[in-house]
Structures are given as structure tokens and as C-alpha cells.
């Protein structure tokens, strides 16, 4: 079992910037890929970005691609999501989540990722 906490998130206004981190205790959290989705107030959680366990391999949305970076440092446990030329509607609460298979299979479905974070909320203001 993994233990997932997300942070960084806040209030900033559109173009701006902002970095999240989402740090991993519990098992090796080498083993897995990972990703980030959001869900914003009425919609559904829907997929963000995906990295493999190496770091080599990344995936995004259509809706973020060229604004949006995935990372991750495995020796701190970590995956961030570096957020830049935020619009108002990246409005959200931003989760990190494992890919329960451990390897990236490719999926961007909510539903093949596990062991949920609490979520970090991001407004963008126009």
C-alpha cells in the first residue's frame, strides 16, 4: 500500500504559475507509474498527465499539453506537476493517484489508478 499527499496548489491569476508535488510513503514508489488528475465543482475526475516509473515515458491531455509537465524524482518520493499559462478553467482539485498495475498501460481512466491523494485545490482567476 501507498500513501499519496498532494501540496502547492492556491489561488493565482490567469498566465500565471504554479508547481504541485505529491509525496509517497509506504510501498516502493519506484514501482509504480503515476498520474494526476482533477475534478472541478459538477464534473468528473478526468485525466491530467501519466508518467512511467523511470521518469522516461509521459503522457497528457489534449487540454494541457504544451502547458503542463510531469515529472518525478524518484529519490525523494515525489511527482510534480509543473502548471504554467493557467487559464480560469484549470479550476480544480488536483489528485495523485498510482497506476494499479504498476507499469503505465496506457490508460487514462480514473478507475485503473489507486491509492488517492486528499487532493490540492487550484483557482484561477480571470
Do not use: H
Amino acid at each position: 500500500q501507498v500513501r499519496l499527499v498532494e501540496s502547492g496548489g492556491g489561488l493565482v491569476q490567469a498566465g500565471g504559475s504554479l508547481r504541485l508535488s505529491c509525496a509517497a510513503s509506504g510501498r516502493t514508489f519506484t514501482y509504480y507509474a503515476m498520474g494526476w488528475f482533477r475534478q472541478a465543482p459538477g464534473k468528473e475526475r478526468e485525466f491530467v498527465a501519466a508518467i512511467s516509473r523511470s521518469g522516461g515515458s509521459t503522457s497528457y491531455a489534449d487540454s494541457v499539453k504544451g502547458r503542463f509537465t510531469i515529472s518525478r524524482d524518484n529519490a525523494k518520493n515525489t511527482v510534480y506537476l509543473q502548471m504554467n499559462s493557467l487559464k480560469p478553467e484549470d479550476t480544480a482539485v488536483y489528485y495523485c493517484a498510482v497506476s494499479n498495475v504498476g507499469y503505465y498501460s496506457g490508460s487514462n481512466y480514473p478507475g485503473d489508478f489507486g491509492s488517492w491523494g486528499p487532493g490540492t485545490q487550484v483557482t484561477v482567476s480571470s
